[in-house]
Nanobody, 126 residues
Framework: QVHLVESGGGLVQTGGSLTLTCEAS????????VGWFRQAPGKEREFVAA????????YYSDSVKGRFTISRDNGKNTVRLQMNSLKPEDTAIYYC???????????????????WGQGTQVTVSS
């Protein structure tokens, strides 16, 4: 069993930056695939970024590529999402999720992740 807690959300102006942290407890997630997803009001949950369990390669949605960076801190059992050049359309609740056995072709599918955090709100003002 894994318990995930997101933190670091908040209110920021357009062009600003935030760093989200996903802290895991219960077991180590350094060999899991960890993904970040977001959900805006009235919209479906969408893939943002993931770091794959094997090799640690990162993957991003087209909408955040070049602006967001996902990274692991294995010593702290956490995964971070550095978000730069934020836009109003980035406003959403951001969730981290983890799974120990995802295949690469499934990392963008929210339904494939076993464990989820409660989410953290990110609001970007124009």
């Amino acid at each position: 069993q894994v318990h995930l807690v997101e933190s670091g959300g908040g209110l920021v102006q357009t062009g600003g930056s935030l760093t989200l942290t996903c802290e895991a407890s219960g077991r180590m997630i350094n060999r899991d695939t960890v993904g970040w997803f977001r959900q805006a009001p009235g919209k479906e949950r969408e893939f943002v970024a993931a770091i794959f369990r094997s090799g640690g390669k990162s993957y991003y949605s087209d909408s955040v590529k070049g602006r967001f960076t996902i990274s692991r801190d294995n010593g702290k059992n956490t995964v971070r999402l550095q978000m730069n050049s934020l836009k109003p359309e980035d406003t959403a609740i951001y969730y981290c999720a983890t799974d120990g056995s995802l295949i690469l072709s499934s990392i963008r599918a929210a339904t494939q992740y076993d464990y989820w955090g409660q989410g953290t709100q990110v609001t970007v003002s124009s």
